[in-house]
């Protein structure tokens, strides 16, 4: 089954690190470029961090210096790194897989979610 | 926090005929192509509309997407109750280098 499963999700201090994972099944998990998205309440979806097939990074903005993306392609697996946790942090994280023709890009697929609470 | 602006709500009564608006500007919808998910209740978003009008296979040809200068739009006919979700439009924004997402919309079906 093609799919994207995410894990790692919890409740966790303002201040303190999670490491969220993404275990790829389905596809050749190498050749594509995969992104964390969350979800909040109060904010929407949200991009956050990329890493593309030659394992170059980007980071949003808000999570630049505190998280980090990482991939292990022999273990068709992502990982996000997320350190000096806020609470506007608290949210439901997706990887998502961005498939790129010569014309368009688009997420078209998505894990199903885990959720990361950042509270006292 | 969201660059691209949707209404927070929709509804329709069965068979009828739903827009949902998305207003972006002229770094992203203006210059880039405007993908669409839609998110059931309780799951992930899903693919619904990309390259501003196409359809993944799959997905019932009640739903069509338009762009025009710097909005784009999501029109589903027919209206069904399976169609209650919330919808999402989405973009790449040339100034801030990075995909921005829309306000998302909620459809109720009445």
């Known amino acids: 089954e093609v799919q994207l499963v995410e894990s790692g999700g919890g409740l966790v201090q303002p201040g303190g690190s999670l490491r969220l994972s993404c275990v790829a099944s389905g596809f050749t998990f190498s050749r594509y470029d995969i992104h964390w998205v969350r979800q909040s309440t109060g904010r929407g979806l949200e991009w956050v961090a990329a890493?593309?097939?030659?394992?170059?990074?980007y980071y949003s903005g808000s999570v630049q210096g505190r998280f980090i993306i990482s991939r292990e392609n022999a273990k068709s697996s992502l990982f996000l790194q997320m350190n000096s946790l806020r609470a506007e942090d608290t949210a439901v994280y997706y990887c998502?897989?961005?498939?790129?023709?010569?014309?368009?890009?688009?997420?078209?697929?998505w894990g199903q979610g885990t959720m990361a609470t950042i509270s006292s | 926090q969201s660059v691209l602006t949707q209404p927070p709500s929709a509804s329709g009564t069965p068979g009828q005929r739903v827009t949902i608006s998305c207003s972006g500007s002229s770094s992203n919808i203006a210059t880039n192509i405007v993908n669409w998910y839609q998110q059931l209740p309780g799951t992930a978003p899903k693919v619904l509309i990309y390259n501003n009008n196409q359809r993944p296979s799959g997905v019932p040809d009640r739903f069509s997407g338009s762009k025009s200068g710097t909005s784009a739009s999501l029109a589903i006919s027919g209206l069904q109750s399976e169609d209650e979700a919330d919808y999402y439009c989405?973009?790449?924004?040339?100034?801030?280098?990075?995909?921005?997402f829309g306000t998302g919309t909620k459809v109720t079906v009445l």
């Open positions: 998502a897989r961005k498939y790129c023709s010569n014309s368009y890009c688009v997420y078209d697929m």
């Open positions: 890493i593309g097939t030659a394992g170059d990074t």
């Open positions: 989405a973009a790449w924004d040339d100034s801030l280098v990075r995909d921005v």
